[in-house]
């Protein structure tokens, strides 16, 4: 019995750790301890970088802050809500699909079980400008803290014609 619950829990141990996610798993870009331990890894902010899955031409970094100690070893640590977010044309902007707004561009889990932090993207149509937001969220409490990035769809290297992001919007 106590073999099938170690499995159960190793299972949804490797589960959590999986991201939920709509982009492809975001790119490492480098760690930076916060808190030393002795005997575990240490606490760390950790900065990652990502494309827009469904818009050519931008590119997100988010740093999050990633849980050492024996939790944060084994994956069990649940992870602070304090995200911060910048996004960024790096090259011609073209749309893939239509969207909704707030469509998911990037989950993944926070927690073991109940928290995960997700980035989405929406469009001022009035300013034609694409809109990112960090946010986690808990099943119970939920969480206020977030962060939020724009993304002026302009002409890039002496391109004259500019999408209109409100052209590609769903809703």
């Known amino acids: 019995m106590r073999a099938l619950i170690a499995c159960l829990i190793a299972g949804f141990v490797v589960l959590?750790?999986?991201?939920?996610?709509?982009?492809?798993?975001?790119?490492l870009i480098f760690k930076r301890s916060t808190v030393f331990k002795w005997l575990t890894p240490n606490d760390k902010l950790a900065t990652y970088?990502?494309?827009?899955?469904?818009?050519?031409?931008?590119a997100c970094h988010f740093t999050v802050p990633e849980r050492g100690g024996l939790k944060g070893w084994i994956?069990?640590?649940?992870?602070?809500?304090?995200?911060?977010l910048a996004c960024?044309?790096?090259?011609?902007?073209?749309?893939?699909?239509?969207?909704?707004?707030?469509e998911d561009v990037f989950r993944k889990?926070?927690?073991?079980?109940?928290?995960?932090?997700?980035?989405?993207?929406g469009c001022d149509v009035k300013r034609?400008?694409?809109?990112?937001?960090?946010?986690?969220?808990?099943?119970i409490e939920g969480s206020p803290k977030n962060s939020t990035s724009t993304v002026p769809v302009q002409p890039w290297g002496g391109q004259g014609d500019v999408e209109k992001c409100a052209d590609w919007v769903t809703n």
């Open 128 to 139: 034609n400008v694409l809109v990112y937001m960090v946010y986690s969220d808990r099943i």
């Open 16 to 27: 959590s750790a999986m991201p939920s996610r709509a982009a492809d798993e975001p790119d």
């Open 49 to 58: 970088g990502l494309d827009d899955p469904e818009v050519d031409g931008v």
């Open 109 to 121: 889990r926070r927690s073991l079980f109940f928290k995960k932090m997700q980035i989405v993207r």
């Open 75 to 84: 994956g069990v640590a649940e992870e602070v809500s304090d995200i911060s």
């Open 88 to 102: 960024r044309q790096i090259g011609p902007i073209k749309f893939k699909a239509k969207f909704e707004q707030g």
